[in-house]
């Protein structure tokens, strides 16, 4: 057993982070003022997609060097958090027509057109099968009739995939299809919903008899739960919560080690803390890597993501909750002025959404119990 990357893996990081040196302030995080021109930069080596296939305009990386790339991003404070190249693109690749990859993939890869993604729904979340949006067949077109919610991005984005009820009559899950839809299509109407940090992240959409073609449904009629749970397995495999969990670690530690007063006559107890954490990310790194390496090796993750995923988010969740015990009365100040995400009370706030989104930690429990330990449903 050998914990460590290839030598080729650590020529690949380097290549990777004097790329982004060229890039970095004196703080070593790239101003987000410059994230736009990094972007083109990225898309025009292939870098924004770098795990895609060539032939779809990606970088042809492994998914272990996509890992050792997205590490290094985080390193620099850059979040490629992208539904199009994450979740569209991949899913398309696997369940889209040649005429669907031709058009939408070279666009993502591009940083031409953003994606949203639209399945949550009031009455459907965890058990997302329940939606209630319609999409009825008129000629070569379906009407798209119905409200989505919590759609990360939709103020920004070009298209929506989307999930709607092609067949109320089926059993749920078999009545489902899935849609591209144009985000500037008539009858779209998108609402902001402001989050606990006071942060635009995600949003309403309303369709209110919205017309798409044909042409634009993923897979068949009625068959798009099949093709929307690949989307799900791409949705909880990333590692960025675990990146998430590290910048939070390094942070409270760069404190910790420069502000005597922090700890020292405190008890012990609260030493041992900073260093319980700093096992914990670690953990949360092999547990995510672990992920990557299956993947790299063929196989297909499933109650591993699951794994990563709830392990990963809780942990960012204690580091902050300590975060705003070490930082005392100050932990609680919000700065304004500050980028979002500065302040360790952003954070405290920020991260109650980590156990929520891709999966609450109960749903990715249950995976792990069922699929991944054989315990039977309840
Ligand atoms: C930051 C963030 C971004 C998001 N972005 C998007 C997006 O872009 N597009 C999109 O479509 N959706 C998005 N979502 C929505 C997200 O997928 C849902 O919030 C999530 O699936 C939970 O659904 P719900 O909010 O309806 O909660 P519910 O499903 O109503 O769950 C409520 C509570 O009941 C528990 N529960 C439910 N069922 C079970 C069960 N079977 N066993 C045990 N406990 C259960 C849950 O764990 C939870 O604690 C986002 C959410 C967040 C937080």
Redesign the pocket.
Known sequence: MEFRFTADEDAFRTRVRDFLGGWVGPNGQVASERFDDLEREMAAQNWLTIAWPAEYGGGGASPLQQLIFKEECWRAGVSLDS?GVNLLGPSLMVHGSEEQKREHLPRIASGEVRW?????????????ASLQTRAVRDGDDYIINGQ???????HLADWIHLLARTDPDAPKHRGISYFMINLRSPGITIRPLI?LTGVH??NEVFFDDVRVPRRNMISEENRGWYAATTTLDFERSGIERNLVAQRDWRRLYEFAASNRAALVNRPATWRHRMADLRIEVEVGQWIARRVAWMQGRGLVPNYESSMSKTYNSEVGQRIAEFGVSLLGLPGQLREPEREPGQTIAFRYLDA???T????????N??VIATRGLGLPR?
Not at 148 to 154: E, F, P, R, V
Not at 356 to 363: A, K, W
Request: without cysteine; charged residues 20%.
């Open positions: 539904q949203a993604q639209g399945f949550s729904e009031p009455g459907a979340g965890s058990d997302l989505k919610i919590w759609t990360s991005g939709a989050q992240g995600f109650r959404r980590l929520v989104g891709q999966g609450t930690s109960e749903i429990r249950n309840g």
